[in-house]
């Protein structure tokens, strides 16, 4: 099987020939040969340089899934700004597909996009329902975000508001995604703020904004975990999640865990830079992550090119081959990540049978409590610190049910030197670092 020309499994018996994408099919086939998924985060606004960008993406040395990122305009409902920039030949930062018309995203995708090769539309909305009407009409049916991970971090919309839209967005695509393409939708929960929250809430917060997806149609999910500072505590991260999926799913549901590359500050250096890519695919193999979203070595610095992706993509693919996996059930192992995320979770869910009702209260009620996070529905009083062994630990979790145990209290409060330091500890220690580190993933 060579690189960039791996299919979907096969269609059960009687189902029919695969006549489109499918993207948890293909990752799914990808897990079982062995091989980690690399996917970029890629978004341009003229249609034959995102053509360019997917077919390149397309062609790398890697069991690779495209990216079509949306402009910041389109994820604010602003279309009116994203055609007169359109009229005015001004770039954008992403692909207004809720403006182009859907002829020209269907032609983009023409020879592009198949069964080997699925497209993925990301754009960090809290009002997804015109992204997803312009995706399903060009012949897509996989995106992210969720009622809570595209609310709190990216501006003020209420967050009661979010859970009404993601609801009716979720059973929208269901509805527009004809058989037998199976609508795929990927929860961005496991990044909240992107660095410095613990790894317990990352996972609770994933795990439900999932439940969230199955109970309003979605029968394919991924849940996505972000790096944090710790190697072996991300491990402990992607196994729980992995594990708790397997507990609270709904039986029949599709998932796969997701893992992003390191999402805060990054090194500097080109060499740091690399390092950090190869060490984020280290830890997917060894915890058991199917698809891992890359970063480029030009990401402190600028937007990366095309062929910047693909170096990162091939970069992650090569490193990920070369990486033992663990043996089968190294996620039923217990940890500290794991009974703090079940805890959460399992508070949450007593609110309600429903899990948009169940987040809201949660919120309201300051169970679920993300750090440094300024949302108005957001309580505030929760802090994190990075501790001497690199891990993320609790200062102050608020009112969420964390075990006082975990807890540090007033020892660690955070202060303006301390929240520096521990934003740019990532990028300062692999830009130091000459030599592969040692706490790559375990």
Request: aromatic letters at 6%; one cysteine or more.
């Amino acid at each position: 099987m060579t690189a960039g020309t791996l299919t979907a499994p096969a269609p059960a018996a009687g189902a029919g020939p695969l006549e489109a994408p499918s993207f948890g099919g293909f990752v799914a086939a990808a897990a079982a040969g062995g091989r980690l998924v690399v996917q970029p985060r890629m978004g341009f606004s003229d249609p034959a340089l995102m053509r360019a960008g997917l077919a390149a993406t397309r062609g790398a040395a890697a069991a690779s899934v495209g990216t079509l990122t949306i402009d910041s305009y389109t994820r604010v409902g602003d279309q009116a700004a994203a055609r007169a920039c359109l009229a005015e030949g001004v770039p954008l930062n992403g692909y207004p597909i809720a403006t182009h018309p859907g002829h020209e995203t269907r032609a983009l995708l023409d020879g592009v996009l198949d069964a080997s090769f699925p497209v993925q539309v990301r754009h960090g909305s809290s009002r997804p329902e015109a992204i997803i009407r312009a995706l399903a009409a060009a012949g897509l049916d996989a995106t992210e975000g969720g009622p809570v991970s595209y609310c709190l971090p990216y501006g003020r919309t209420p967050l009661a508001e979010s859970v009404d839209n993601w609801a009716r967005g979720c059973e929208l695509l269901a509805a527009l995604v004809p058989a037998p393409r199976v609508p795929h939708l990927e929860t961005f929960g496991g990044c909240m703020l992107g660095q410095l929250c613990p790894p317990g809430l990352l996972v609770a917060l994933s795990l439900l904004e999932g439940l969230f997806f199955a109970r309003h149609g979605i029968r394919s999910v991924s849940l996505s975990y972000a790096q944090q500072t710790d190697a072996g505590q991300d491990a402990e991260a992607v196994r729980a999640l992995r594990r708790l999926a397997g507990e609270f799913l709904p039986p029949g549901v599709d998932r796969h865990v997701v893992l992003y590359t390191y999402m805060g500050v990054y090194p500097r250096t080109p060499r740091g830079a690399v390092r950090l890519l190869e060490a984020s695919a280290r830890l997917a193999v060894r915890a058991g992550a199917a698809r891992l979203i890359v970063k480029t070595a030009a990401e402190a610095h600028r937007i990366p090119t095309v062929a910047e992706n693909v170096r990162a993509l091939e970069t992650a693919a090569a490193t990920a081959a070369r990486t033992e996996r663990p043996p089968e059930g190294d996620e039923f192992t217990d940890s500290e990540v794991y009974a703090e995320a079940r805890a959460l979770v399992e508070a949450v869910l007593s609110l309600s049978p429903e899990p948009g009702r169940a987040l809201r209260t949660a919120f309201a009620r300051g169970h679920l409590d993300v750090p440094y996070c300024l949302h108005p529905d957001n309580a505030g009083r929760s802090r994190s610190f990075v501790d001497g062994d690199g891990r993320l630990r609790w200062s102050a979790a608020g009112a969420m049910p964390v075990a006082p145990s975990a807890v540090t209290g007033g020892r660690t409060a955070m202060t303006a030197d301390r929240l520096l330091t521990a934003v740019h500890g990532v990028a300062t220690r692999f830009d130091r670092e000459t030599t592969s580190p040692t706490d790559s993933g375990s």
